[in-house]
C-alpha cells in the first residue's frame, strides 16, 4: 500500500514578540542617565561607561554606534569635540558633539589593553569578531535600565538614541534642529518618533481640570 507524500509538519514556534511590550521605546530621563553613569563609575566599567555616553550623546542608531572606528572619535591622537558617521539607513553622514564627560570616558577607555592596536572603538571579544554585535549592545542596554530598577521591556537600543534628542525638544520646540542631529531625511519621521503630537497632547489635557 503506497502511502502519499504529506507536507512536513512543524512545531508551531512561540511568537518573538509574546509576553513583550512592543512598540516605540520610552527615552531615558536625566535621573535615568545619571544613575547609570554613577553605577557604570563605582564599578569602574570603563568600556560600558565609554559606549553609554557615546551613545547618548551620539544619538546613532545601534547598528552604526557599534561600528564606529577609533579614527572616528580621533584625530592627532586627540579626542574630537565633534564627530561625523555615515548612517547605514539612509547612507549619508551626520554629525553630533561630544561632551566633556564623553570625551574623558572614552580618553579612559583607550588607554584599556583591548584596545591597543585595535581598529574598532567596541572590539569583539573574539578574533572572528572584529566589534560587537547589535545584538550584543542591546543585551549590554539591557543590564544598563534593568541596574536601576527600570523595566527592561519598555527601553531599548532606541532608547539611548531618543534620551538627548527628546530633552532638546523640551527645552526648545524646534523639531528642525531635532531632524537634523537624528539624521532624518523627513520632518514627518522625527514627528513621529518623538511621539511629539501624543505628548503635547497629554500635556495640554493634564493642565485641564474638570
Given amino acids: ?43 569602574e566599567n570603563h568600556r560600558d561607561l565609554a559606549l553609554f555616553n557615546l551613545a547618548i550623546d551620539s544619538k546613532l542608531r545601534g547598528c552604526d554606534l557599534v561600528k564606529m572606528k577609533v579614527v572616528d572619535i580621533m584625530a592627532a591622537g586627540q579626542i574630537k569635540e565633534r564627530a561625523s558617521v555615515l548612517q547605514s539607513k539612509t547612507k549619508k553622514p551626520v554629525r553630533f558633539e561630544m561632551s566633556e564627560g564623553t570625551r574623558s570616558s572614552l580618553e579612559r577607555w583607550m588607554r584599556e589593553p583591548l584596545m591597543i592596536g585595535s581598529e574598532y572603538l567596541w572590539p569583539g571579544r573574539f578574533h572572528e569578531r572584529l566589534h560587537i554585535s ?60 518623538l511621539g511629539v503630537e501624543l505628548e503635547d497632547a497629554l500635556t495640554l489635557a493634564e493642565t485641564i481640570e474638570i
Fill in 134 to 193: 547589535t545584538r550584543q549592545y542591546a543585551r549590554i542596554v539591557r543590564n544598563w535600565v534593568t541596574s536601576i530598577g527600570l523595566e527592561a521591556s519598555a527601553y531599548g537600543t532606541h532608547s539611548m538614541r531618543r534620551t538627548k534628542v527628546t530633552q532638546i525638544y523640551k527645552k526648545t520646540g524646534n523639531l528642525r534642529a531635532v531632524q537634523l542631529l537624528l539624521g532624518h531625511t523627513k520632518m514627518d519621521s522625527t514627528v513621529r518618533y
Fill in 1 to 43: 500500500m503506497d502511502i502519499p507524500n504529506l507536507p512536513a509538519i512543524r512545531a508551531r514556534r512561540t511568537a518573538w514578540n509574546k509576553g513583550r511590550i512592543v512598540g516605540q521605546k520610552r527615552p531615558l530621563k536625566p535621573k535615568h542617565v545619571w544613575a547609570i553613569r554613577v553605577r557604570l563609575e563605582l564599578a
